[in-house]
């Protein structure tokens, strides 16, 4: 069993940063891959990142790539997002996810436990 839970979502003017982290609990950290997905309303679930266990190898949408990063502290079991030339586009609810077996799938279908979200909103 996996637990996680995102902090660090809120209210931005375009332009401006946020740092989403995500903390896990429950099983190795270090061995799986994480990722981050967004829900805005009335859209699907949408890949944004995903980091493989390692950290040596990370993925990004297109509509993020050169604006955010994704990293890991295994020693800290936390994965963090850092979202810097945000857009009113970005707003959405931001989710961890944990991939068991895996190199950082774009499919959510492929991760198995996930946070509960964090709110990002982004004002033009």
């Known amino acids: 069993q996996v637990q996680l839970v995102e902090s660090g979502g809120g209210l931005v003017q375009a332009g401006g940063s946020l740092r989403l982290s995500c903390a896990a609990s429950?099983?190795?950290?270090?061995?799986?891959?994480m990722g981050w997905f967004r829900q805005a309303p009335g859209k699907e679930r949408e890949f944004v990142a995903a980091?493989?266990?390692?950290?040596?190898?990370?993925t990004f949408a297109d509509s993020v790539k050169g604006r955010f990063t994704i990293s890991r502290d295994n020693t800290k079991n936390t994965v963090y997002l850092q979202m810097n030339s945000l857009k009113p586009e970005d707003t959405a609810v931001y989710y961890c996810?944990?991939?068991?077996?895996?190199?950082?799938?774009?499919?959510?279908?492929?991760?198995?436990?996930w946070g509960q979200g964090t709110q990002v909103t982004v004002s033009s």
């Open positions: 996810a944990a991939e068991l077996i895996g190199n950082g799938s774009t499919n959510h279908d492929d991760y198995d436990y």
């Open positions: 980091i493989k266990w390692a950290g040596a190898l990370a």
């Open positions: 429950g099983r190795t950290f270090s061995s799986y891959a």
